[in-house]
């Protein structure tokens, strides 16, 4: 994510919103965050029940108790248009995050 957080102007010209979601709680995100020296975007917590929003996408790894590290683009009107896992550790680039979000902006 620090790759999103130094390219956060671009996802905001390309209309773009920025979340982080995981199953730790909000009190290991700050941590993270701080870790970083800081984010601009949410993170949100889905952490009781735990798991719950991650599952709905297929993406809590219930024996690990993780969630599969992926993107998830959404547009305005809720419809998920692109979905991909980037496995774990859930290294991704920034650039082609970019493209996919004006792709679905236009």
């Known amino acids: 994510m620090p790759d999103l ?12 919103q920025v979340l982080g979601i995981s199953v730790d ?20 917590a889905d952490f009781h029940p ?16 993780i969630t599969d ?8 009107e809720g419809i998920v248009q692109f979905a991909e896992s980037a496995g774990i550790p859930g290294l991704r680039k920034a650039e082609d995050l970019l493209s996919e979000c004006r792709r679905v902006n236009g």
Request: charged residues 20%; negative net charge.
């Open 5 to 16: 957080q130094s390219n956060i102007e671009d996802f905001k010209s390309a209309d773009t």
């Open 25 to 44: 709680s909000k009190f290991s995100h700050d941590n993270w965050a701080n870790s970083l020296g800081g984010i601009s975007f949410p993170l949100l």
């Open 50 to 65: 735990k798991g719950a929003v991650a599952g709905q996408y297929g993406l809590y790894l219930e024996a690990n108790g």
């Open 69 to 76: 590290r992926a993107t998830v683009i959404i547009d305005k």
